[in-house]
């Protein structure tokens, strides 16, 4: 049974830091890309980031470059984003999502960021 | 970036009766492979989003085929041939062919 499963949220700081994890399991992990997406409460999922089954290539919303970093470790079946520079408007659940025949098959329970002072 | 314009943004419905949404992208999400890069989700309340269909018509596993996807290029649709209490949801359209990934703003199906 494919699972993923967030953690890492939290209460944070504007202008503050936060790494997100997202374990895998039940698949090939480095088989596939894998993806961030965030929904703010009471609106729409916005994608984030993607990256590449290598981790060779990396893909970011304008709104988080140089801010949030993607990265994954194959061999821990995990998918990280590391966050930094936190605002208000970044608050929001993240959620973690597997890609495969164009679109997001499975998707995890989500982590909740609140980024307040 | 492309737009994705879903309507409408709520639809009411009586159970047993069908429903459709419309969501109209702002670029052709045809790939050159023929497939049409557009997914559809519900989302539950306090649940992340389900898929129901992808690459446009094609059903996800488990979901039931009173759902269908159709259409191609900019305009698309997603039918419920007939409501049950249980499809009370919000659904997105979503677009993974050109970066960014985008979604569309959402409808929320509600029972009259």
């Known amino acids: 049974e494919v699972q993923l499963v967030e953690s890492g949220g939290g209460l944070v700081q504007p202008g503050g830091s936060l790494r997100l994890s997202c374990a895998a399991s039940?698949?090939?992990?480095?088989?596939?890309?894998m993806h961030w997406v965030r929904q703010a409460p009471g609106k729409g999922p916005e994608w984030v980031a993607n990256?590449?089954?290598?981790?060779?290539?990396?893909n970011y919303v304008d709104s988080v470059k140089g801010r949030f970093t993607i990265s994954r470790d194959n061999a821990k079946n995990s998918l990280y984003l590391q966050m930094s520079s936190l605002r208000v408007d970044d608050t929001a659940v993240y959620f973690c999502g597997r890609a495969q025949s164009g679109a997001l098959d499975y998707w995890g329970q989500g982590t909740l960021v609140t980024v307040s002072s | 970036d492309v737009v994705l314009t879903q309507s409408p943004l709520s639809l009411p419905v009586t159970p047993g009766e069908p429903a459709s949404i419309s969501c109209r992208s702002s670029q052709s999400l045809l790939h050159n492979n023929g497939y049409n890069y557009l997914a559809w989700y519900l989302q539950k309340p306090g649940q992340s989003p389900q898929l129901l269909i992808y690459?446009?018509?094609y059903r996800a596993s488990g979901v039931p085929d009173r759902f269908s996807g159709s259409g191609s290029g900019t305009d698309f649709t997603l039918k419920i041939s007939r409501v049950e209490a249980e499809d009370v949801a919000v659904y997105y359209c979503m677009q993974p062919l050109l970066s960014p990934v985008t979604f569309g703003g959402g409808t929320k199906v509600e029972i009259k």
């Open positions: 690459l446009g018509s």
């Open positions: 990256i590449k089954p290598d981790g060779a290539e990396k």
């Open positions: 039940g698949f090939t992990f480095n088989n596939y890309w």
